[in-house]
């Protein structure tokens, strides 16, 4: 049997990688024996490569995480400016963040991570690298245009103005 070459399109064609490391996600969520119950714990997501992707045209930043091997999306969302980023309790090789999260693919999802790294060192290179994208992402929050971004609106309005149905 021969099968075809087949291409796959992953959505990430458009980004770049700004930050790129491997990590253990898990999400505080109803397990699955607990469904219902609103009983929550930890539940461990996966292990795989955290990436920052930044998109060529918008310069949206997002946070994505695939599971090793599967490659199933367990984190992706905004890098939203107004997310804190705080330390686990006892644990300095990790960090814990809530977001609105789209990683199933339907709907967007509040829910309450947590990331652990090697080790402390690296968790830190994290951080910088995550409040560096909430920066950079800060306009978007804000509603802020650029002044290219404003010019091109006027004139694309002056064009429609000119349209005659």
């Not at 700004?18 to 024996?33: C, D, H, M």
């Not at 929550?40 to 990436?51: I, T, Y």
């Not at 992706?76 to 686990?88: E, G, Q, Y």
């Not at 690298?129 to 245009?145: C, E, L, M, P, R």
Request: charge should be negative.
């Amino acid at each position: 049997m021969q099968l075809e070459e087949v291409e796959v399109k992953t959505h990430e064609e458009d980004e770049d990688v700004l930050y790129s490391q491997r990590s253990k996600l898990f999400a505080y969520t109803e397990a699955s024996l607990d469904k219902g119950t609103g009983n929550k714990s930890w539940c461990e997501r996966g292990v795989g490569d955290c990436k920052l992707l930044k998109h060529r045209e918008s310069n949206r930043i997002r946070i994505l995480m695939r599971q090793e091997g599967t490659l199933k999306i367990i984190t992706n969302h905004f890098v939203d400016p107004r997310i804190t980023l705080c330390p686990n309790a006892g644990n300095d090789k990790s960090w814990v963040w809530m977001a609105h999260d789209f990683s199933n693919g339907v709907a967007l999802e509040e829910m309450t991570f947590a990331i652990r790294f090697k080790d402390a060192e690296i968790a830190g290179v994290f951080k910088t690298a995550f409040i560096k994208a909430q920066d950079d992402n800060k306009q978007f929050v804000s509603g802020a245009d650029s002044k290219e971004g404003v010019e091109e609106a006027e004139e694309l309005a002056n064009i429609v103005d000119k349209v005659a149905v």
